[in-house]
């Protein structure tokens, strides 16, 4: 572990001590997402100790040892080479107090967090995650961690947290899964026949071009908006939702319905939509929580016009317990890749970012276990996305503060964002929260917050 000071921070690189050799194949699922990280910040309402911290990560590391490598192109192929090259720990104290901290944790510019260089790490030289451990003026503590996200899925962060606080409060490190070839393990763990819809399109130059300009205007053409639902009118939107559509709703069906029709109905949206879920496929294919990569489908549902809320709960329910059959397509993802040429796969875009035609995504982090992390046997206290490109109709749900309620987290054109905030946006946001109920101090000390 190497240290450097600056007058304001104190910066260290994290290392195992020890570097495995291994070197990890990505598969497509991998390349799909070469140019993206993921940002996120946890947030403890006390100090954490630096040197701790640093040396439960060396040991996390050599546990996940590809966290510490680099990516490395050979070709039309990527490859996560385990060098044991480091992370990145920065250490810095803040001038504001924990509240004033969480309602700034969506900023891209935060300061709570540094984004991994998505593209850049391509050359071979920059890290894949990075740590930033900030101090905050009350004695709260914001840890920001970025990954990139050839290195894997929420599931595959989440085991390296896992073994990064058991490691510091000196408990069983969790099981993890290597795979070397992601792409044959994948081949042999992948019913032989799935939906047949390919998990992505292939934009002409006008729509490429278009796409180029989204990123390019992000920060300036959309805004991040934070929706907080209590426990108690969660249950009761889940008890006219399955009332009406007379059947079994889990409280993710519900929220996710409910969010995207209140959303259209603001933005006075009566077109058909495309709604996009992200879908761990782990547990789909019987296959180890401790496997790493990314091992993600989607459920692709269309929305009708003025889409009945609880009717859309149904749906997404039923492409739940069809996944498999209705909406899984990564074989077929892979056999029309193998004509096409991994060569091209950079040309290739999500089905969920067509932000023209306002194809929602929302992807559901609840029980990966945020709130289960303890260092020094502090849990936190809030934890949140912090996504570097604010891309609209992109959403996040998870679990609200201190592990109570729900917290949504959702990109959408400024005019939009700004409707979710006003008195006829918070009715119908919140239209089953009753009218004494108390939130948490945390969620009352966010003035910004839905």
């Given at each position: 572990?190497?240290?450097?000071?600056?007058?304001?921070?104190?910066?260290?690189?994290?290392?195992?001590?020890?570097?495995?050799?291994?070197?990890?194949?990505?598969?497509?699922?991998?390349?799909?997402?070469?140019?993206?990280a993921?940002?996120?910040?946890?947030?403890y309402?006390?100090?954490?100790?630096?040197?701790?911290l640093?040396?439960g990560?060396?040991?996390?590391?050599g546990?996940?040892?590809?966290?510490?490598?680099?990516?490395?192109?050979?070709?039309?192929?990527?490859?996560?080479?385990?060098?044991?090259?480091?992370?990145?720990?920065?250490?810095?104290?803040?001038?504001?107090?924990?509240?004033?901290?969480?309602?700034?944790?969506?900023?891209?510019?935060?300061?709570?967090?540094?984004?991994?260089?998505?593209?850049?790490?391509?050359?071979?030289e920059?890290?894949?995650?990075?740590?930033?451990?900030?101090?905050?003026?009350?004695?709260?503590?914001?840890?920001?961690?970025?990954?990139?996200?050839?290195?894997?899925?929420?599931?595959?962060?989440?085991?390296?947290?896992?073994?990064?606080?058991?490691?510091?409060?000196?408990?069983?490190?969790?099981e993890?899964?290597?795979?070397?070839?992601?792409?044959?393990?994948?081949?042999?763990?992948?019913?032989?026949?799935?939906?047949g819809?390919?998990g992505?399109?292939i934009?002409?130059?006008?729509?490429?071009e278009?796409?180029?300009?989204?990123?390019?205007?992000?920060?300036?053409?959309?805004?991040?908006?934070q929706?907080?639902?209590?426990?108690?009118?969660?249950?009761?939107?889940?008890d006219?939702f399955?009332?009406?559509a007379?059947?079994?709703?889990?409280?993710?069906?519900v929220?996710?319905?409910?969010?995207?029709t209140?959303?259209?109905?603001?933005?006075?949206?009566?077109?058909a939509?495309?709604?996009?879920?992200?879908?761990?496929?782990?547990?789909?294919?019987?296959?180890?929580a401790?496997?790493?990569?990314?091992?993600?489908?989607?459920?692709v549902?269309?929305?009708?016009?003025?889409?009945?809320?609880?009717?859309?709960?149904?749906?997404?329910?039923?492409?739940?317990?069809?996944?498999?059959?209705?909406?899984?397509?990564?074989?077929?993802?892979?056999?029309?890749?193998?004509?096409?040429g991994?060569?091209?796969?950079r040309?290739?875009?999500?089905l969920?970012?067509?932000?023209?035609?306002?194809?929602?995504?929302?992807?559901?982090?609840?029980?990966?276990?945020?709130?289960?992390?303890?260092?020094?046997?502090?849990?936190p206290?809030a934890?949140?996305?912090?996504?570097?490109?604010?891309?609209?109709?992109?959403?996040?749900?998870?679990?609200?503060?201190?592990?109570s309620?729900?917290?949504?987290t959702?990109?959408?054109?400024?005019?939009?964002?700004g409707?979710?905030?006003?008195?006829a946006?918070?009715?119908?946001?919140?239209s089953?929260?009753?009218?004494?109920?108390?939130?948490?101090?945390?969620?009352?000390q966010?003035?910004?917050?839905?």
């Amino acid at each position: 572990m190497t240290t450097t000071s600056t007058t304001t921070e104190r910066v260290r690189t994290v290392r195992a001590g020890t570097a495995s050799g291994e070197v990890i194949r990505c598969g497509v699922s991998d390349a799909m997402l070469a140019e993206l990280a993921v940002s996120v910040v946890f947030f403890y309402d006390r100090p954490l100790d630096e040197q701790r911290l640093a040396d439960g990560l060396a040991v996390a590391l050599g546990r996940v040892p590809m966290f510490a490598g680099r990516l490395r192109s050979t070709g039309a192929d990527l490859e996560i080479v385990c060098s044991d090259a480091g992370v990145p720990m920065v250490s810095a104290d803040a001038p504001e107090a924990l509240g004033e901290a969480l309602g700034r944790m969506t900023l891209a510019a935060s300061g709570y967090v540094d984004h991994v260089a998505a593209q850049a790490v391509h050359e071979g030289e920059l890290p894949l995650f990075t740590v930033r451990l900030t101090r905050l003026a009350d004695g709260g503590t914001a840890l920001g961690c970025s990954w990139h996200h050839v290195l894997g899925d929420v599931q595959t962060f989440m085991t390296l947290m896992r073994a990064w606080s058991a490691a510091v409060d000196g408990a069983e490190l969790p099981e993890v899964l290597p795979v070397e070839d992601r792409e044959a393990y994948l081949a042999s763990v992948l019913p032989e026949r799935d939906s047949g819809r390919l998990g992505f399109r292939i934009p002409g130059p006008e729509e490429a071009e278009l796409l180029g300009r989204e990123f390019a205007v992000a920060a300036r053409a959309n805004r991040t908006v934070q929706v907080y639902f209590t426990d108690a009118e969660v249950a009761r939107l889940r008890d006219g939702f399955e009332e009406s559509a007379g059947r079994r709703l889990s409280v993710n069906d519900v929220l996710c319905a409910h969010v995207v029709t209140a959303v259209r109905r603001l933005d006075e949206d009566h077109e058909a939509r495309t709604l996009v879920l992200p879908v761990n496929v782990r547990r789909h294919l019987g296959l180890p929580a401790g496997g790493l990569g990314n091992v993600l489908g989607e459920i692709v549902l269309s929305c009708p016009a003025d889409a009945d809320p609880a009717a859309l709960a149904a749906e997404i329910r039923a492409g739940v317990e069809g996944f498999l059959t209705d909406h899984l397509s990564l074989r077929t993802n892979r056999d029309f890749l193998a004509g096409l040429g991994r060569e091209r796969l950079r040309e290739c875009v999500p089905l969920g970012f067509d932000p023209e035609a306002k194809t929602f995504t929302l992807s559901t982090w609840s029980r990966s276990g945020v709130y289960e992390l303890a260092f020094e046997g502090h849990r936190p206290i809030a934890f949140s996305p912090a996504a570097s490109v604010q891309l609209p109709w992109v959403s996040w749900l998870v679990e609200g503060f201190e592990g109570s309620g729900h917290l949504l987290t959702v990109s959408l054109p400024v005019r939009l964002a700004g409707r979710l905030r006003t008195e006829a946006g918070q009715a119908l946001l919140h239209s089953h929260r009753a009218a004494d109920e108390q939130l948490p101090a945390i969620a009352r000390q966010m003035k910004k917050l839905a």
